[in-house]
């Protein structure tokens, strides 16, 4: 089993940055790679950034140029930062975790954070 607990949510003016922690722990071994996704009131979830293993990262089309996806191997922890927040950012953030890749990426992660709120006001 791994357990996922995310950190940074919180409250912020448009404009402003936040960086999302997801510290991961137990088996881990088997983890092949770690993401974030989002909900929005009235939305589905939807994928915001992937990272493999191997450190190999993707971000959203949507997404790009204002989020970044990192790691800390030493600590099991992987990051979201977020900048340039708009009010559309607005959502439930979610790490995933899982021990295929392109399960964590196509939504079928084998574990789930219990999600961060992340609130943008305009």
């Known amino acids: 089993q791994v357990q996922l607990v995310e950190s940074g949510g919180g409250l912020v003016q448009a404009g402003g940055s936040l960086r999302l922690s997801c510290a991961a722990s137990?088996?881990?071994?088997?983890?092949?790679?770690m993401g974030w996704y989002r909900q929005a009131p009235g939305k589905q979830r939807e994928w915001v950034a992937l990272i493999a293993r191997d450190g190999n990262t993707n971000v959203a089309d949507s997404l790009q140029g204002r989020f970044i996806i990192s790691r800390d191997n030493a600590k099991n922890t992987v990051f979201l930062q977020m900048n340039s927040l708009k009010p559309e950012d607005t959502a439930v953030y979610y790490c995933a975790a899982g021990t295929r890749l392109w399960a964590v990426r196509t939504g079928t992660p084998d574990y789930w954070g219990q999600g961060t709120q992340v609130t943008v006001s305009s």
């Open positions: 137990g088996s881990i071994r088997s983890i092949d790679g």
